[in-house]
């Protein structure tokens, strides 16, 4: 059965995904950024070896979801799977359904935040065209096939709508559900982490220690995976379109703050194109 980490792009999953891999995957639990695909991402091209003739056809690879989720599951273990994905019905195809998934941890954080990490880690022109990214109802990432870019063929395309719609559709999951915002892990970690974790062990039946979920938090705050990625890398790292050269992946994180950052015009259509969900969230 799939546990999902589902967020709309930086909004903190690769944060958690890193907490997680320190608690369940190392024995030490030592921060660790090869650790991470311990936890990989959903979909990929892998995921679909066999079932469809076209990979890049999303009709295609719609009516193929719950099927590669079930082939996925034939082992009966748990998985961890990271999605961007939005919770949709492509054609009639749902992306999951209760018969693959355990549970949803839900991660989201302030659209005002996100906006500039999404400007700097896909090389937006500027602000608005952020913006357009954000309110792009039929937004979705990934690449074509290419025979000669093995980086390439691991991507999909991966349907992430707006980030109303995104959101929106996780937080209806009718299954275990469980909502993580960002920037509670930012001023309550302990507390925040310690939700994971007992949201877990209700789940899978898994008891934590609690000096490993401690030693797991504090080797996976910022600046530690900020000092990890300077000195050994990270294969998420993405390039930047007009220069060429790798971005780094743990960028602002704690001091991306709106309040300091946003020009007050695009603050304002941020904060009118998503009040009810932002209401909601407690952000307004």
């Not at 989201?108 to 792009?136: Q, T």
Request: contains cysteine.
């Amino acid at each position: 059965m799939i546990i999902w980490l589902a967020s709309y792009p930086k909004s903190g999953n690769t944060w958690i995904r890193s907490f997680l891999a320190s608690l369940l995957f190392n024995r030490n639990n030592k921060a660790d950024l090869d650790g991470i695909s311990n936890i990989p991402q959903y979909p990929l091209r892998s995921h679909f070896k066999n079932l469809v003739n076209n990979i890049d056809d999303i009709k295609e690879i719609s009516s193929n979801w719950v099927k590669s989720q079930s082939l996925i599951n034939n082992d009966k273990k748990i998985k961890f799977f990271k999605t961007h994905h939005a919770l949709c019905n492509y054609q009639g195809n749902n992306f999951t359904n209760l018969e693959n998934t355990l549970g949803v941890i839900h991660i989201v954080r302030d659209p005002r935040n996100i906006i500039s990490s999404l400007l700097y880690h896909y090389s937006k022109e500027n602000y608005n065209k952020a913006l357009e990214f954000m309110l792009d109802e039929n937004k979705a990432l990934g690449k074509k096939f290419d025979k000669k870019s093995p980086t390439v063929n691991r991507d999909m395309f991966t349907i992430i709508s707006s980030w109303k719609n995104n959101y929106n559709s996780w937080k209806n999951f009718k299954g275990n559900y469980l909502l993580i915002k960002y920037e509670n892990l930012l001023f309550e970690p302990n507390k925040e982490f310690y939700k994971i974790c007992n949201y877990l062990t209700d789940k899978i039946n898994i008891k934590f220690d609690d000096e490993k979920i401690f030693t797991a938090i504090k080797e996976n705050n910022f600046e530690n995976l900020k000092k990890l990625e300077n000195s050994k890398g990270f294969n998420e790292t993405v390039k930047d379109k007009s220069t060429g050269k790798l971005k780094k992946f743990f960028n602002l994180g704690p001091e991306n703050k709106w309040e300091n950052l946003l020009d007050p015009k695009i603050k304002t259509m941020i904060e009118t194109e998503f009040k009810k969900e932002m209401k909601e969230l407690g952000y307004l």
